[in-house]
């Protein structure tokens, strides 16, 4: 992809808009991919991408649930999470091998203002 498919470092408001089946890495540990949809800015519709969220003692996937407010002791279907939305942190992390690519550095509650619940 070309370094302009990237977004600049900022914080965007996105959409769950994809679960990618559980895979298992080299450990045999289960992991998701999400796809995100930002929603308004200069780069509303534009897609960010997180491809390895741990199913299991993943900080990150306890981030994730805290940023949109999810309230269950566990995720019991990875689906719960289509449609949620929240903010996130995104920088751009060179690669010689890939490219410039984005990556999510942080998870947040959306505003209250942007959506009510």
């Known amino acids: 992809l070309p ?3 990237n977004v600049p470092l900022g ?3 996105v959409r ?3 679960v990618r089946d559980v895979n298992q890495d080299k450990n045999g540990d ?3 991919g999400l796809e995100y949809t930002i929603l308004g800015g200069d780069h509303d519709g534009r897609k960010l991408f997180d491809g390895y969220v741990p199913l299991a ?4 996937l306890k981030k994730i649930l805290r940023a949109i407010g999810f309230k269950g ?3 019991a279907d990875t689906d719960q999470l289509l449609g949620e939305e929240m903010t996130v942190v995104c920088k ?3 690669s010689e091998e890939f490219g410039d690519q984005n990556r999510i550095t942080a998870y ?5 203002s942007s959506k009510k619940k």
Do not use: M, N, Q, T
């Open 3 to 5: 370094d302009s498919d």
């Open 11 to 13: 914080k965007y408001d």
């Open 16 to 18: 769950i808009e994809k």
């Open 30 to 32: 289960d992991y998701i």
């Open 57 to 60: 003692g993943s900080s990150k």
């Open 73 to 75: 002791a566990s995720l």
């Open 92 to 94: 751009v992390r060179p």
């Open 108 to 112: 947040l509650p959306k505003e209250k």
